[in-house]
């Protein structure tokens, strides 16, 4: 019988408050740099020009929330799968603080303009340096107590989560090899063609390997355990797993479609993104008939909509991502406001969903109490699901529009219209879109206030108890 | 599960190896083997590694997250070429470590700005976007330049890439400011490919006069594209800033044939082609309203 005791909650519940921080900061940017689109008065001097909050945005959101939450989140479902507390709890509490002082850092050398330029590598060497020993820490808790698990089967979401760690690393060091020119400033170790193929390998990837398969180690955890109900098919997360993990790794050049980059590279990246599919939808499908048991758990437990209706918008996801890669279609939207349309559908309706449904599942567990408020967990879905939708569905217009603009030509084969043209004609969605994202903070912020008032609740138990 | 008891999945070493060969296998054939074949490392015979001074310049361009709005690769396609100049080459970006290509167009491709305006016009433009497109939406970058470069960093970054320079040219770092580093670096984007505009006007492929000449909406129609497009050079009231008085040359009664080429073809260096964005039409309404400065 394993001992609730012994479980190490405060390390989770520090990451997922420390994630928490750093999304509103990221979310609050995210506002500021969507207004800068369509009023460049906005931009206040070097500090807070686009170019570096745009950065900051992005940064902040994947490692300060997504990966701060996944760090939490994964502390918390290996304990339960390998039936034991870390082995390593002091170092797991490092962690936690390693975690906090290097976002802190990596913020304010995204401020004074160390940047890499390499998409979602953005980081110089010194915080790149950080980030892998924060990394080798964190395999080393996770794999330390797989290895010496209580639980003779590893659970679906330890594969994922095995293969989180392993394919993150790999992806990490080998893109972010510079020649250190001096403590702010590194230069890539691959050049040109070269350097593009190996960032866009580790660009999508960190897509696959951060955004896709921890969320999935979350969803086949959570979903089972908010419902009651059992995945439907152990044969097809089998499938799923091995397949996603092996077409992943070959799809970085749909980013560089019509680049420099050998064709036969371009090729290959883009038939290996429509195999993608099928291990993606293996998911979804797995999602729904699990739940297919008993729709009526979509009513009745307020948890299974945010993993069913995450698990769709991976679905779609994972059906609009492979079809931007075919070269007609890239030929479009790439390079519009269509691709941030995109990747908003992926992190604000199926990666934040999954990790708030599944904070909201840990928090009465690990405080001993029930969540504060339903209701209020009810209406911040509600209310993220409409800012999500509106936010990309404008910029789905938009991008089209863009791009068709760009493409147009006269009878006497000049362009039909200017670049201004086509500029100015994107500031009413860019406009929509900064609302859509004022919703989408203030769904969030109904979910922050009740992730607080479920932890006070749960400590005010607590005292009251002793 | 209980019918898996030696499977794969309750032997995690063994599963972690297994992953970690499964990934590694696309990872090896795409990304770890292309490394080491010459088609990844072409290079123009006529591309010199980066001078101190543009090095400097590509420094700023990464700090300041330049990469988030401008791409820096024509695509091998009609409207990209018309747009932006010939397409880009592979063997165009050996020096650049890393590559910026980027991957959104908030504003227009640089692939081939260099060359294309006068130094003065971005000086002016990295000053105040909005002089030139009173509708742009680029930020005021007013602080580069009143920051000299640290020469001596750059030097070091120049040591790190192996890239030679000379006393002179580590000279000229200390009275330069980060300003005059991006305009150098802005200059030498993509110039080791020849400039070539897709349209090239010759006077036997236009009319011999006018056909719009003295009509009241081709005047308006052309002030209205001289305010977007031209007023940032030449003046809001064509009495010329960067590029000449529209209003002098206008006196000069030039031929209308000759205007229309200007603004067609451009001149190098010294100011950018627009056949390939205004059609026919609309260069001759640009003709109408410069006479009607007369």
Known sequence: MNNEFHYDYKTVQGFVLSAIFWGVIGLVIGLLISAQLWDANLNFGEYFSYGRLRTLHTNVLAYGLGIGAEFGIFYYIVMRLTKRPLVLPKLARFHLWLFNVGMVLATL????????????????????????????????????????????????????????????????????????????????????????NVEWWYGHNAVGFLFTTPILAMFYYFL????????????????????????????????LVYTPLPDWIQTLGI?????????????????????????????????????IVGITFYGLQTIQGPSQGIRVISSLIHYTDWVPGHVH????????????????????????????????????????????????ITMWITGIQQGAMWKMTNSDGSLQYTFMETLVRNYPYWQMRTVAGVIFVVGMLFFVYNVLMTIKKGNDLAKQAA | ????????????????????????????????????????????DNLQPF??????????????????????????????????????????????????????????????????????????????????????????????????????????????????????????????????????????????????EAIVVDPSMIESANPFAGKPESIAAGQAIYKAECAGCHGQNAEGNIG????????????????????????????PAFAGQLSKEKIWSVVSYINSLK
């Open chain 2, 51 to 196: 001078t101190a001074l543009q090095l400097a310049g590509r420094d700023v361009y990464q700090a300041e997250g330049c990469v988030n709005c401008h791409t820096q690769t024509v695509r091998p396609l009609k409207a990209d070429v018309l747009r932006y100049g010939e397409y880009s080459k592979a063997g165009e970006f050996a020096y650049d470590r890393p590559f910026l290509w980027g991957s959104k167009r908030t504003g227009p491709d640089l692939a081939r700005i260099g060359g294309k305006y006068p130094d003065e016009w971005h000086i002016q433009h990295f000053e105040n976007p909005q002089a030139f497109f009173p509708m742009s939406n680029m930020p005021k970058y007013t602080w580069l330049k009143n920051k000299p470069l640290n020469a001596s960093e750059t030097l070091a970054h120049m040591k790190a890439l192996g890239f030679p320079y000379t006393d002179e040219d580590a000279k000229a770092l200390e009275s330069s400011t980060q300003l005059d580093a991006l305009v150098a670096y802005m200059q030498v984007i993509g110039t080791s490919v020849a400039r070539k």
């Open chain 1, 109 to 196: 050398s995204l401020f004074i303009g160390m940047n890499q330029s390499l998409e979602y590598a953005e980081f110089e060497w010194p915080i790149d340096v950080a980030i892998v020993i924060l990394w080798v820490i964190f395999a080393i808790n996770v794999l330390g107590n797989v290895f010496t698990r209580k639980e003779k089967n590893m659970y679906v979401s330890l594969w994922y989560v095995i293969a989180t760690i392993i394919t993150v690393a790999i992806l990490y060091i080998v893109n972010n090899l510079a020649i250190p020119a001096s403590l702010t400033k590194s230069y890539h170790i691959f050049a040109g063609v070269n350097s593009a």
């Open chain 2, 1 to 44: 599960m209980s019918n898996h008891e030696n499977s794969l999945y309750s032997k995690a070493v063994l599963f972690a190896v297994v992953a970690a060969v499964t990934v590694l296998i696309g990872t090896i054939v795409t990304v770890f083997v292309p490394m080491f074949t010459a088609g990844m490392h072409p290079k123009n």
């Open chain 1, 224 to 255: 089972p355990k908010s419902t009651g109900l059992p995945i439907y098919s152990h044969r097809l997360s089998i499938i799923s797993f091995w397949s996603l993990i092996f077409a992943y790794l070959w799809t970085g050049a749909h980013h």
């Open chain 1, 271 to 307: 038939a290996f993104t429509l195999f993608l599919i099928a291990p993606s939808w293996g998911s979804v499908v797995n999602g729904y008939f699990t739940v297919d048991k008993d729709w009526s758990k979509m009513r009745n437990n307020y948890l299974t909509k945010f993993f």
């Open chain 1, 345 to 392: 559908m992926g992190t604000m309706g199926w990666v934040t969903m999954v990790i708030c449904a599944s904070v909201y599942y840990m928090l009465p567990a690990m405080y001993k109490t029930e969540i504060y408020s339903e209701k209020l967990a009810n209406i911040h879905f509600w209310i993220v699901l409409v800012g999500q939708l509106m936010f990309s």
């Open chain 2, 244 to 271: 000449a008085s529209i209003s002098d040359y206008a006196q000069g009664e030039p031929a209308d044939t000759d205007t229309y080429i200007t603004v067609a073809n451009g001149l190098e260096g010294a100011m």
